[in-house]
């Protein structure tokens, strides 16, 4: 769509820029690293605040250089064509739960609160094709953000479903399609942020947020050929759908269970 469209080029405009920024960067402050470290190493008879302001320096040059290898990293080059593997979505939904464990689990006990987590999957899930890792890195950003959004506590469910594409009007090949739903109970959108939280750099979470993590989620979805929607409501909570198509056979489609309520425009 045009939409989308748009997002790609603004996305391509951005890691360009954001590679030049990245490169000026690190020109710039690579001398001044080397010379604090240096004189902290060498220097025997440095002032105590000599030695405090170095310390300092070369601390803030560490921050800016961890934070322009992340800028980096979010903006190398894909490979292009990706390679497409089939992927068992259930076992991956399991196993990010898994990995995520810390942080819906024991950093909100420790800050007194519980967030329940559950995993919906649905029986006889077809796989997708697609590239393990990159859906595992957008589940868990999207598993954080569910968490996040709950600074109180609440509950966060999982949900793999397959429904047949509605508007598959092939006779041959009809199109099936795999969703992941994270659904939290959480604070919900507003109209602006549900407009723009795909956008790269939009948080509304001040020093805490990058704006990364659903540009990051979009850009796999794009890599993917795959959908996501966001279903969200002040106050009551927010699900983050992601829908992948999956080529199915007539006589395969016929047992599978009526689209669920959240029908996909595609
Ligand atoms: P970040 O988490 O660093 O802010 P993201 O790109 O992951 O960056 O998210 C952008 C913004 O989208 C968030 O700052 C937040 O306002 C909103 N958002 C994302 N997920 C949710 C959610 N599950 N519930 C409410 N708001 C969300």
């Not at 969200?232 to 080529?247: A, C, H, Y």
Request: aromatic share 4%.
């Amino acid at each position: 769509t045009q939409q989308s469209i748009m997002q790609q080029e603004r996305l391509r405009a951005l890691g360009q820029m954001a590679s030049g920024i990245a490169h000026d960067i690190n020109n710039a402050i690579s001398p001044v690293a080397l010379y604090a470290e240096s004189l902290l190493e060498t220097e025997k008879n440095l002032s105590v605040k000599g030695r405090n302001y170095l310390e300092v320096i070369s601390r803030a040059i560490d921050d800016v250089a961890a934070t322009v290898a992340r800028m980096r990293e979010f903006y190398r080059q894909r490979a292009p064509q990706l390679t497409l593997l089939p992927v068992d979505v259930n076992s991956l939904v399991q196993q990010v739960i898994d990995l995520t464990r810390a942080r819906w689990s024991d950093m909100p006990q420790q800050r007194g609160i519980v967030i329940n987590v559950h995993a919906e999957l649905a029986p006889d899930l077809p796989d997708i094709m697609g590239v393990h890792g990159e859906i595992r890195e957008a589940l868990t950003n999207l598993i954080f953000n569910a968490v996040d959004a709950m600074p109180e506590g609440g509950g966060l469910t999982v949900r793999t479903s397959v429904v047949q594409d509605w508007s598959g009007s092939s006779k041959e090949i009809i199109v099936k399609q795999v969703n992941i739903d994270v659904c939290d109970t959480g604070v919900g959108m507003s109209d602006d942020t549900k407009r723009r939280c795909l956008e790269p750099f939009f948080t509304t979470k001040g020093e805490r947020g990058t704006g990364l993590g659903l540009a990051m989620v979009y850009g796999m979805i794009e890599r993917h050929s795959a959908h996501i929607e966001i279903l969200t409501e002040i106050g009551k909570g927010t699900t983050m759908r992601m829908s992948f198509l999956v080529p199915a056979t007539v006589s395969e489609v016929a047992r599978l269970p009526a689209p669920d309520a959240i029908p996909t425009k595609r």
